[in-house]
């Protein structure tokens, strides 16, 4: 039988490229931030499903970005590669409380939620932009074009993040 988690993460998926698509590139807050919204599905994704799964939802929800985006499998790239380091970065900000079976995202404290939305992004943006990018002599703008939509990403992350949570108080 199918759960219903599997509806929320199919949900999720579409809804996150949806939004992204439509709303998120079309917006130009001070002619360049365009905040990237979709990683909320990896931040999202349920910690003990099957890896090579996940690597491959990841890759196809970057590869549907590109398309709709035309941006030449740059989000393809950055979202498998957070993907693919996500227990690391989990290993990190959580301890190794996380491999356990009943750790929730929803029950880890709001500053290691902060920390682990703001690694995926900052990897993320620091992948994307230096492929975007590609060259040494544009550091300066990677780094600003990271800096500048991350923080519009992690700002409009966790109001996501605060406005769906599962968890009420």
């Known amino acids: ?20 698509v ?4 079309r917006l ?3 002619g360049f931030i365009n905040p990237m919204i979709y990683i909320l599905f990896i931040y999202w994704y349920p910690i003990k499903e099957n890896r090579t799964t996940f690597l491959i939802i990841s890759f196809i929800l970057g ?14 790239a950055a979202t498998i590669t957070i993907a693919y380091l996500r227990p690391t970065i989990m290993r990190f900000v959580f301890g190794v409380n996380y491999e356990f079976q009943s750790f929730k995202l929803n029950n880890s404290t709001k500053a290691q939620q902060f920390t682990f939305l703001a690694l995926l992004i900052v990897i993320h943006h620091v992948v994307f932009f230096t492929l975007e990018i590609f ?19 992690l700002i409009l992350g966790l109001l996501f993040s605060t406005l ?6």
């Open 1 to 20: 039988m199918i759960s219903s988690s599997f509806f929320i993460n199919i949900l999720r998926f579409i809804l996150l490229i949806l939004v992204q």
């Open 22 to 25: 439509l709303v998120f590139n």
């Open 28 to 30: 130009n807050f001070f």
């Open 63 to 76: 590869f549907l970005i590109d398309i709709f985006s035309d941006t030449l499998a740059i989000n393809a």
């Open 135 to 153: 060259s040494f002599a544009n550091s300066l703008l990677i780094i600003q074009k990271t800096f500048a939509i991350g923080l519009a990403s």
């Open 164 to 169: 769906f949570s599962t968890k009420k108080e």
